[in-house]
């Protein structure tokens, strides 16, 4: 029968430890500085360029929405079938919003794409269409008819 011989322990040394450590720590730096590489190269952080002035806008925005609300508008935004961006309107009955004049602008939701601005025209009553590359867009629409202003935002496919 043969025995089996054991191996001599070899001990755990500072020097072990140190390359534990130090190889612990280099994964977590290394990680910190890619997570934070990719944070700033993705998105800026400005949400406006100037608070201030945001802030003292902010009740007129408060109100411009009440009558928007009140005319009771609605907006409905799809892609029609050659890509252009389809505006549909109605009215507060349902009925469609013709001989409107629309423009719109489209933002890119973190900037990486210039901002579109668009001249929807009618092409059936209460439809509007604009070309608008593909791509996730925020639409922002302004509609004067009937002696009214109205704007509306959505997201656009």
Request: aromatic share 8%; net charge positive.
């Amino acid at each position: 029968m043969a025995q089996l011989q054991a191996s001599p322990d070899r001990p755990f040394t500072g020097r072990h430890m140190a390359l534990v450590m130090g190889g612990f720590f280099g994964v977590v730096i290394a990680v910190n500085i890619l997570l934070a590489n990719l944070a700033v190269s993705t998105f800026s952080g400005t949400v406006v360029d100037n608070s201030y002035v945001a802030s003292q806008e902010f009740n007129h925005l408060l109100g411009a929405a009440k009558a928007d609300k009140a005319l009771g508008w609605k907006l409905a935004l799809g892609r029609a079938g050659n890509g252009a961006v389809r505006f549909t309107l109605r009215d507060a009955s349902g009925r469609p919003l013709t001989g409107a004049a629309v423009r719109a602008r489209a933002d890119h939701p973190l900037g990486a794409k210039a901002p579109v601005v668009m001249t929807p025209r009618e092409v059936a009553p209460g439809v509007y269409e604009a070309a608008l590359p593909a791509g996730r867009w925020h639409v922002g629409i302004e509609v004067r008819a009937m002696g009214h202003v109205w704007h509306a935002e959505d997201d656009a496919l």
